[in-house]
């Protein structure tokens, strides 16, 4: 079968406004990069988040963020982090690699996030950290897990990398917590030419040594320079957080894709609400087949990142979908996120235990729609029909 839908690995179109945006900070930037298009960029993010100047920090991908939130946990041996077992890889590792024991929380069966209840079931004395992991783009409720971490004065860092631009409470997804990361992937709702990501910090302290941590562990010296070539053209040290030396990297984003990502700001609104009308009128389609079951949600709280639902008559009614919706339809959904602690590599690591059956049964009959912004009307609609058909043989 011809594969007419794909699931694509581009979420959007770029517009000529955007192009010409990019052809001109080639053109012009100086240098290509930690320039003026990065601090823009930043600080048209920081507005458009409603959180303080200063806090919102480019850097190469979600991944390198959250490298960086990781070394501002500044975890101790037997410190644990609770987090969803249902997420992408990349939630978690970086902070193993800094020392924290794993501890899955399991997801609510409607929303498909974590809640303040699982995340308070998974809480020991133990527990430093918490990321809250807004998958699919729908915000997790995070005015009650800000509180219930607050109360317990457990740091809260929002993974917020499918959830640009969704909303709760009046507030956008990654203005709640302590930290929060940002992903501007190719597959993203904004996406900068394929890499790039942001970070959150609400502490003015620790955001003040955010640009030594992503650049090398580049400063200014410390004293007035007659000379400003000497004793070179620019100091190098460890960055300091309270009594801990932080070891530098270097995950800068470049001027071109900040540029881009600064003209892309300007439709983002756009492009989720484009998205989340579409994915509506898929949804009221196929409301006939209480079978294949979404997640539906008409405000802002959800950007429709992803377009995924689960297979309430189990794990071999999906599969038979799945493979007649590409076989015979030539429609590829796909089946995202395993729990992590099903991982060999988290196995190997001895993180193979949870107590996450909610998880558990939602990865193992879910299906991922193609849900690019780029489909025509004429593909949504074919997909559309061609899900009623595939589910009407299955009765």
């Given at each position: 079968?011809?594969?007419?839908?794909?699931?694509?690995?581009?979420?959007?179109?770029?517009?000529?406004?955007?192009?010409?945006?990019?052809?001109?900070?080639?053109?012009?930037?100086?240098?290509?990069?930690?320039?003026?298009?990065?601090?823009?960029?930043?600080?048209?993010?920081?507005?458009?988040?409603?959180?303080?100047?200063?806090?919102?920090?480019?850097?190469?991908?979600?991944?390198?963020?959250?490298?960086?939130?990781?070394?501002?946990?500044?975890?101790?041996?037997?410190?644990?982090?609770?987090?969803?077992?249902?997420?992408?890889?990349?939630?978690?590792?970086?902070?193993?690699?800094?020392?924290?024991?794993?501890?899955?929380?399991?997801?609510?069966?409607?929303?498909?996030?974590?809640?303040?209840?699982?995340?308070?079931?998974?809480?020991?004395?133990?527990?430093?950290?918490?990321?809250?992991?807004?998958?699919?783009?729908?915000?997790?409720?995070?005015?009650?897990?800000?509180?219930?971490?607050?109360?317990?004065?457990?740091?809260?860092?929002?993974?917020?990398?499918?959830?640009?631009?969704?909303?709760?409470?009046?507030?956008?997804?990654?203005?709640?917590?302590?930290?929060?990361?940002?992903?501007?992937?190719?597959?993203?709702?904004?996406?900068?030419?394929?890499?790039?990501?942001?970070?959150?910090?609400?502490?003015?302290?620790?955001?003040?040594?955010?640009?030594?941590?992503?650049?090398?562990?580049?400063?200014?010296?410390?004293?007035?320079?007659?000379?400003?070539?000497?004793?070179?053209?620019?100091?190098?040290?460890?960055?300091?957080?309270?009594?801990?030396?932080?070891?530098?990297?270097?995950?800068?984003?470049?001027?071109?894709?900040?540029?881009?990502?600064?003209?892309?700001?300007?439709?983002?609104?756009?492009?989720n609400d484009e998205k989340r009308a579409r994915a509506l009128r898929f949804i009221d389609g196929l409301a006939d087949f209480p079978q294949l079951q979404f997640h539906r949600v008409e405000s802002r709280r959800h950007n429709y990142h992803l377009l995924v639902a689960r297979m309430t008559t189990g794990t071999g009614a999906r599969d038979r979908f799945i493979r007649a919706m590409?076989?015979?339809?030539?429609?590829?959904?796909?089946?995202?996120?395993?729990?992590?602690?099903?991982?060999?590599?988290?196995?190997?690591?001895?993180?193979?235990?949870?107590?996450?059956?909610?998880?558990?049964?939602?990865?193992?009959?879910?299906?991922?729609?193609?849900?690019?912004?780029?489909?025509?009307?004429?593909?949504?609609?074919?997909?559309?029909?061609?899900?009623?058909?595939?589910?009407?043989?299955?009765?």
């Amino acid at each position: 079968m011809e594969m007419k839908i794909n699931f694509s690995g581009r979420a959007i179109r770029y517009t000529e406004d955007e192009i010409a945006a990019v052809v001109e900070a080639m053109r012009t930037a100086d240098p290509l990069t930690q320039g003026r298009y990065m601090r823009e960029f930043e600080s048209a993010f920081a507005r458009y988040q409603g959180v303080a100047p200063g806090s919102c920090f480019t850097t190469m991908n979600g991944c390198a963020a959250l490298e960086m939130s990781a070394q501002l946990c500044r975890f101790k041996p037997g410190d644990e982090l609770v987090i969803p077992s249902h997420t992408f890889t990349a939630s978690a590792y970086p902070y193993l690699k800094k020392g924290a024991v794993p501890v899955w929380a399991d997801i609510d069966p409607l929303t498909r996030v974590v809640t303040a209840e699982s995340i308070e079931k998974a809480l020991t004395p133990r527990t430093r950290a918490v990321v809250v992991v807004h998958l699919y783009g729908y915000v997790a409720d995070m005015p009650e897990i800000a509180a219930l971490c607050r109360e317990r004065g457990i740091l809260c860092i929002e993974d917020a990398a499918q959830a640009i631009g969704a909303e709760v409470a009046g507030r956008k997804a990654g203005s709640f917590g302590d930290m929060a990361v940002f992903s501007f992937h190719s597959h993203k709702n904004l996406t900068t030419l394929g890499e790039g990501g942001m970070l959150y910090v609400a502490d003015p302290q620790a955001a003040a040594i955010i640009p030594a941590l992503r650049h090398n562990g580049h400063c200014a010296y410390p004293f007035e320079r007659p000379d400003y070539w000497k004793p070179a053209m620019g100091n190098v040290d460890i960055p300091r957080l309270g009594d801990d030396l932080l070891m530098p990297s270097n995950y800068c984003l470049g001027e071109v894709e900040c540029a881009l990502g600064l003209k892309l700001l300007e439709r983002i609104d756009t492009i989720n609400d484009e998205k989340r009308a579409r994915a509506l009128r898929f949804i009221d389609g196929l409301a006939d087949f209480p079978q294949l079951q979404f997640h539906r949600v008409e405000s802002r709280r959800h950007n429709y990142h992803l377009l995924v639902a689960r297979m309430t008559t189990g794990t071999g009614a999906r599969d038979r979908f799945i493979r007649a919706m590409h076989d015979e339809k030539g429609i590829k959904c796909v089946v995202q996120y395993i729990p992590l602690d099903r991982y060999d590599f988290y196995r190997r690591l001895g993180f193979g235990t949870a107590r996450c059956p909610e998880a558990d049964a939602f990865f193992d009959t879910m299906v991922s729609f193609p849900f690019q912004h780029w489909m025509s009307d004429a593909e949504l609609d074919y997909m559309l029909a061609s899900a009623r058909d595939v589910l009407a043989g299955m009765d």
